[in-house]
């Protein structure tokens, strides 16, 4: 073990970071869920809640965006029309209410936790210490992803408005927690911004992580000529060593999901962005996420497009080399569009084959699942990136860049083959 790893291990197990970031991930996902519930409810007309679109309550509800937070509940001239109304917004809202503050709590507990995680002088590497390192990468990426995705809840101020003025009119004073869920909305309406500001302190720590991901990522992402030129998923490539199993030192990283590798490095740069003029190869490990494709997942079918965001928030930066990446993120894009959708299409090609003989193979020796348990996991685990891959990208257009990417390579009539191979592998 790294020998600060090894100093400050009994810190680490004292301190109980491993149980408190296995926590806060799975409390992560359900707040983003729940955010992303409240996102798309409001934007339904079926669902949305009635007493946001009822008509005698549009001039409380514009008062309150005008003079959100500092909302003064006394104001008859404004607010008059809610007290005839309280019942329902106490009825409806409350749920959507309790989810905001619960996101403002994960978001303190989170600050907390990360910020005790990166002064521990701990080593976070992949390779090395692959729970703790991949929780801190996990919790990174949710915390964003709620974050962002909270921003695009375009009512979220009139319903914390309507809330707390109901709640003054029922029983005689406002939420507690309001004036701090106010003011959260208020510095977190550029969310992006607020985050890299907040991750400041932590950068060095978490890019130290996402840069432990680079051997792993570079030797998974690579193009299908190689693939096939190194037979990583070919058991029968060198008939003298069918028998001989296929070994790991790092098999816990091996099977990580390129998809969630992608997600790791392309929000720890996000929040980090000032590292990668300072770390070495960090540029390169970006671009090499940035060429990959054009949308980074928030939850569910929710995503960004990455290469803007990345434009925008770099451009407006302060720092001349910040400014500088910009023009290199609308190039990663110009990359990306010309390159990207032929490349996954070339890779989704040779997996079917490559299943397709495994299957064969397996079927014919079944003696062999043992010795070739990695490689069969190892092609199933790039089948499903790209699975996923192909359906977030061809349920969404292509941003707009210098290069139209071919519409056929989106549309892969072949995709049922695939995945008939899949379950095939999968039961061999």
């Not at 909305?185 to 978490?206: G, M, N, W």
């Not at 257009?397 to 071919?406: C, D, L, Q, S, V």
Request: charged letters at 20%; one cysteine or more.
């Amino acid at each position: 073990m790294h020998r600060s790893s090894a100093v400050t291990s009994a810190s680490i197990y004292e301190r109980k970071f491993a149980e408190k970031l296995t926590i806060l991930n799975q409390r992560g996902q359900g707040i983003l869920i729940r955010v992303y519930n409240i996102k798309k409810s409001c934007l339904d007309p079926n669902t949305r809640p009635a007493c946001l679109s009822d008509r005698t309550l549009d001039s409380a509800i514009k008062h309150i965006n005008k003079k959100f937070p500092n909302v003064d509940t006394k104001d008859k001239s404004h607010l008059t029309a809610i007290s005839s109304l309280q019942k329902d917004i106490m009825q409806h809202l409350p749920n959507y209410y309790h989810t905001f503050v619960d996101v403002m709590e994960f978001r303190d507990v989170t600050n907390e936790v990360v910020t005790s995680v990166a002064t521990s002088q701990f080593f976070f590497d992949i390779t090395t210490n692959v729970d703790l390192t991949s929780s801190l990468l996990e919790l990174v990426a949710t915390y964003a992803s709620i974050m962002i995705l909270l921003s695009q809840v375009d009512d979220r101020r009139t319903i914390a408005g309507l809330f707390n003025v109901a709640h003054e009119m029922s029983r005689g004073s406002q939420d507690p927690s309001f004036p701090r869920l106010g003011q959260m909305f208020t510095e977190y309406d550029h969310a992006l911004r607020k985050i890299s500001e907040d991750f400041i302190p932590l950068a060095k720590v978490i890019v130290q992580a996402v840069m432990s991901l680079r051997p792993l990522y570079q030797r998974r992402n690579l193009p299908a000529y190689q693939l096939r030129s190194q037979g990583q998923l070919s058991a029968s490539a060198n008939p003298n060593l069918m028998l001989q199993p296929m070994l790991s030192n790092e098999l816990s990283c091996d099977l990580l999901s390129l998809e969630t590798m992608h997600r790791w490095i392309l929000f720890g740069f996000l929040l980090c962005h000032s590292q990668l003029s300072s770390y070495p190869g960090a540029s390169d490990l970006w671009k090499l996420a940035l060429y990959d494709g054009f949308y980074l997942t928030l939850c569910r079918d929710e995503a960004i497009a990455v290469h803007g965001v990345f434009e925008k928030l770099l451009s407006d930066s302060k720092d001349k080399n910040d400014r500088r990446r910009a023009s290199e993120a609308a190039e990663a894009l110009n990359q990306a569009l010309q390159n990207a959708g032929a490349l996954h299409r070339d890779r989704r090609r040779y997996l079917r084959t490559a299943l397709s003989e495994l299957h064969q193979l397996l079927s014919d020796s079944p003696g062999l699942c043992g010795p070739k348990a990695l490689t069969v996991l190892l092609a199933l685990t790039l089948a499903r990136d790209e699975v996923l891959w192909l359906m977030k990208h061809m349920l969404a257009p292509p941003p707009k860049g210098k290069h139209r990417p071919n519409p056929d390579d989106y549309q892969d009539p072949a995709l049922p083959e695939l995945l008939f191979n899949i379950v095939e592998v999968k039961d061999s």
